[in-house]
Nanobody, 125 residues
Framework: QVQLVESGGGLVQAGGSLRLSCAAS????????MGWFRQAPGQDREFVAA????????NYADSVKGRFTISREYAKNTGYLQMDSLKLEDTAVYYC??????????????????WGQGTQVTVSS
């Protein structure tokens, strides 16, 4: 089992920045990848970004490409999502997730085995 705990959410003005963290514990040696998703009220949970735990390879949703950066600190079993140039439409609950096994894109909710509890990000005008 792997446990995930997010932190770093909050209220920020449009154009500002936030960094989310996701601390993993438990059987972290078995992880293949980590991803970030978000869910706005009344919307489906949507993919934001993913990273392969061992290689560091990244992929992003088009809506955040160039503004968000995913990274991981391998020795600390912690993943990060740096969010810059935030927009009103980035407001959502952000979830980190971890995948045990190989997946080609890590872009779907079904690709992941473990989920954090979520952290609220609110962007104001």
């Amino acid at each position: 089992q792997v446990q995930l705990v997010e932190s770093g959410g909050g209220l920020v003005q449009a154009g500002g920045s936030l960094r989310l963290s996701c601390a993993a514990s438990g059987r972290t040696f078995s992880l293949y990848g980590m991803g970030w998703f978000r869910q706005a009220p009344g919307q489906d949970r949507e993919f934001v970004a993913a990273i392969r735990w061992s290689t560091g390879y990244e992929n992003y949703a088009d809506s955040v490409k160039g503004r968000f950066t995913i990274s991981r600190e391998y020795a600390k079993n912690t993943g990060y999502l740096q969010m810059d140039s935030l927009k009103l439409e980035d407001t959502a609950v952000y979830y980190c997730a971890a995948a045990r096994d190989w997946r080609q894109f890590l872009g779907s909710v079904d690709d992941y085995d473990y989920w954090g509890q979520g952290t609220q990000v609110t962007v104001s005008s």
